[in-house]
């Protein structure tokens, strides 16, 4: 059994510390942070989407430095998972985080030809595809940083799924709201007792702040009273504004701890100089209790009020409209009767048994019609597993990523992470609760449609499927 999953097990608090992968091996490799037992974690694509491959950079340490690997599926399929199971199998490598990723640098609408657009492997396939394999700790992501309702259950929604998929641990996106935090652990450990929670933190510097929150860097929430009190402090006095970045980060881990979080996933603190300085501002905060911590942090954030750590802008109550009730009710009528009445069932597949449909030109024909009565009504792209049924009969070809297990991280009060359309996910969730089906975004878990699959008819391969 590999540390982490030792760590894990016996509920020992550990610390994962993120390296970039695109950044020059000049890091400091220690297995002991202040006490707590520390492994490296390889980030995948974050500068760009041309980054080394963790499963590369993993080769350049030693195999006794115990590593996490990420994947992320942006620009990837199914076949490159694969792939990628069959190298960490054969390098020893059994620790995984499998995201979905953020949007591609370089992405591809495919608005001529949809066969080109960029396609994103989900997390939930991912995770199915690694649980058939034996040995590997899967862990998963996921962002408690949400800020309306339909936002928020969409985000715990797929968790679930993730979770009946196979995973073992997840690693919250990076956040400052500790009642979100609270919220979370307090959550899950109703639902899930055993499942082990890290958090993300961060020593967060002006710079970085200002960064993130100038490039809307995706799902990371950064309120303007954080760059405010940063900035003051800053300008008054650049050694003790310093000083103060750690003593945050200090105290962010240390509640995390006593809230019973399994560890932390520390990001933007790899070299030696920066853990030297979290180490100090840990020690001196290490015999707090929970309120004290919560004390001492809200003093250094200049906070009275939880409410800073949210974002300003004000969240409107989204309803679901009558046309969208009616174009489910329609939809779920006509699928009924199309494809789960028994009678509609023996002919579709007496129908497309018959060697006529291997004709190329039948084919293309079929493809076509069923394309253009699809495509104006729910956005359909011929994906050739249509997966309308379990996901309410909104399409998951018109979310940009194509996701149809829910929704990435990268959501801002239900806004897309392109910024050109209301998520799909939290319309779905909105309308899972206005007609009763929450369970089926719950639990049904949607297998990912290979490239191969693409561009053939969904009706064809869907009635042969249930022959064989």
């Known amino acids: 059994m590999s540390l982490f999953s030792q760590c894990l097990d016996q509920k020992k608090f550990c610390i994962l510390v993120e390296y970039i992968c695109s950044t020059k091996n000049t890091f400091a490799v220690t297995q002991d942070i202040a006490g707590f037992p520390a492994m490296m974690t390889l980030a995948d694509r974050v500068h760009s989407d041309e980054d080394p491959e963790p499963i590369n950079i993993a080769k350049l340490y030693p195999q006794s430095i115990e590593k996490i690997?990420?994947?992320?599926?942006?620009?990837?399929?199914?076949?490159?998972?694969?792939?990628?199971?069959?190298?960490?199998?054969?390098?020893?490598?059994?620790?995984?985080?499998?995201?979905?990723?953020?949007?591609?640098?370089?992405?591809?609408?495919?608005?001529?030809?949809?066969?080109?657009?960029?396609?994103?492997?989900?997390?939930?396939?991912?995770?199915?595809?690694?649980?058939?394999?034996?040995?590997?700790?899967?862990?998963?992501?996921?962002?408690?940083?949400?800020?309306?309702?339909?936002?928020?259950?969409?985000?715990?929604?797929?968790?679930?799924?993730?979770?009946?998929?196979?995973?073992?641990f997840l690693i919250t996106q990076l956040g400052f709201d500790l009642d979100k935090i609270r919220q979370t652990q307090k959550r899950l450990a109703e639902e899930y007792p055993h499942f082990p929670l890290i958090v993300c933190v961060m020593p967060l510097t002006l710079r970085r702040a200002k960064f993130m929150h100038s490039q809307r860097v995706a799902g990371i929430v950064i309120p303007k009273h954080l760059i405010h009190v940063l900035e003051q402090e800053y300008q008054a006095d650049p050694i003790l504004a310093e000083k103060n970045v750690y003593a945050r980060c200090a105290l962010q881990i240390l509640i995390c701890q006593h809230l019973g979080y399994a560890?932390?996933?520390?990001?933007?603190?790899?070299?030696?100089?920066?853990?030297?300085?979290?180490?100090?501002?840990?020690?001196?905060?290490?015999?707090?209790?929970?309120?004290?911590?919560?004390?001492?942090?809200?003093?250094?954030?200049?906070?009275?009020?939880?409410?800073?750590?949210?974002?300003?802008?004000?969240?409107?109550?989204?309803?679901?409209?009558?046309?969208?009730?009616?174009?489910?009710?329609?939809?779920h009528w006509m699928h009924s009767m199309?494809?789960?009445?028994?009678?509609?069932?023996?002919?579709?597949?007496?129908?497309?048994?018959?060697?006529?449909?291997?004709?190329?030109?039948?084919?293309?024909?079929?493809?076509?019609?069923?394309?253009?009565?699809?495509?104006?009504?729910?956005?359909?792209?011929?994906?050739?597993q249509c997966r309308l049924g379990e996901t309410l009969y909104l399409c998951p070809e018109t979310c940009p990523k194509g996701l149809a297990n829910g929704p990435c991280g990268g959501t801002t009060l239900d806004r897309c992470e392109f910024g050109d359309r209301e998520c799909i996910h939290s319309i779905k969730a909105r309308l899972a609760k206005a007609v009763k089906q929450t369970e089926l975004l719950k639990t049904e878990l949607i297998p990912t449609v290979a490239i191969k699959t693409r561009q053939s008819s969904s009706w064809k391969n869907w009635y042969l499927a249930k022959e064989a």
């Open 69 to 168: 690997l990420h994947f992320s599926g942006k620009g990837r399929d199914i076949a490159d998972f694969e792939k990628f199971l069959d190298q960490a199998e054969l390098s020893g490598e059994r620790n995984l985080l499998l995201l979905t990723g953020d949007k591609l640098k370089n992405h591809n609408f495919g608005l001529d030809i949809p066969t080109h657009r960029t396609r994103y492997l989900e997390s939930v396939g991912a995770v199915m595809a690694a649980k058939q394999r034996n040995g590997f700790n899967i862990g998963v992501a996921f962002n408690p940083f949400k800020y309306t309702e339909a936002e928020s259950d969409a985000q715990y929604l797929k968790l679930h799924k993730k979770i009946k998929a196979g995973a073992d």
């Open 263 to 331: 560890g932390i996933h520390l990001s933007a603190c790899h070299k030696q100089d920066e853990q030297q300085k979290l180490v100090q501002a840990l020690k001196q905060y290490q015999t707090l209790s929970l309120r004290q911590c919560e004390v001492a942090w809200n003093t250094l954030w200049q906070a009275e009020i939880e409410s800073l750590f949210k974002p300003e802008v004000k969240v409107f109550v989204q309803k679901v409209s009558i046309a969208q009730l009616l174009k489910y009710k329609t939809m």
């Open 338 to 384: 199309l494809f789960d009445s028994r009678p509609a069932m023996g002919m579709g597949r007496f129908v497309f048994r018959a060697s006529f449909w291997n004709r190329p030109k039948a084919n293309h024909l079929l493809l076509k019609v069923e394309h253009l009565s699809k495509h104006s009504i729910v956005g359909c792209e011929s994906c050739g």
